[in-house]
């Protein structure tokens, strides 16, 4: 099956998913639609395909789509994603939206119970978790090879100088942040977090945010948008009984350190990954790939529902904050 793709949203980010989809062997993208006219075109010309400039008009030329980006942006990179996600999915085409899935939880939990219904696949761009590194560490996990789980500490940080809400950091950043904890660790039980503003800023632009796990293990994630680019994108220690593994810049470099030996094994650029950029690729085609397999709703790696509860997990945050209390989930 080729998949018949289209991109709402067509800025740096949509431009990205176009480009992915237009080279994908399984897929040919038949669409770009964007409310700024003169984005649209030039993306359409670029491309090859036809411009829309509004979901609606798209829906109602009865052109045949497969599968859809929206990679809007709007407050917090999340803000408008809601009203076009909910039309195409109301229209039953399959969605891949950008991070985070929301910047409110109500339009997420509406979304996802929209796409639940209806049994239409839904995804979003988790891309950090689709890198061979990333795979072959979640591998060790599954077959045991660290032991029971222990802890996991997971930083992940860039400069970001914009100032926009209070939570721009932890709404926008972090959704990628607790999808990779929550892959490798599973689902978030308590939540207890710190924050303070970076020098000269206004916005809680770091942070630090303390779990504990619903399988007894507990971790942290260290978060900022004053880092330096000499400080590297992220790195990711899981710790078990048997071991641990250290996974560097979301694809880069990936070592496994067992607790009785002092031999280590290293891999450097699994798949022959160099850098966080190609990460979109791997994402988007395993998105295409599923929907060209016919895979089902409730089978989307990197779902809608698990950007949600990486949303949680976020807000969470921002209550323990607030209150100064730890918080519990319920999902």
Known sequence: MTVKAAVVGVGNIGSIHADVYNGHP???LVAVCDIVKEKADAAARKFGCRAFYSVEEMIGSGIEIDACSVATKGEENGGEHYEPTMRLLEAGIPVLGEKPISNRIDEGERMVEL???KKIPYGVNLNHRFTPAALKAKGWVEEG???KL???NMRMWINNP???????HLR???PHSFDVIRYFCGDVKRVAAFMMKGEGRSIWSNAQVLLEFRNGAIGNLVGSYDAGGSYGLEQCDVVGSKGRFVLTDACEHLTFYPRRSIETETYSYLGGMRSFSETFKSRIGSWIEQI??????DRIDGSGEDALKAQYIIEAAIRSWETGTIVELDF
Not at 162 to 168: A, D, G, I, K, L
Not at 292 to 297: I, K, Q, R, T, V
Request: proline share 7%; net charge negative; aromatic share 10%.
């Open 172 to 174: 926008a950043l972090h």
């Open 26 to 28: 399984q897929a040919e």
């Open 292 to 297: 060209a397999a016919g895979e089902p709703y």
């Open 145 to 147: 090879r660290l032991g």
């Open 162 to 168: 914009v100032e926009t809400s209070p939570w721009f």
């Open 115 to 117: 796409a639940r219904s």
């Open 150 to 152: 222990h802890m996991i």
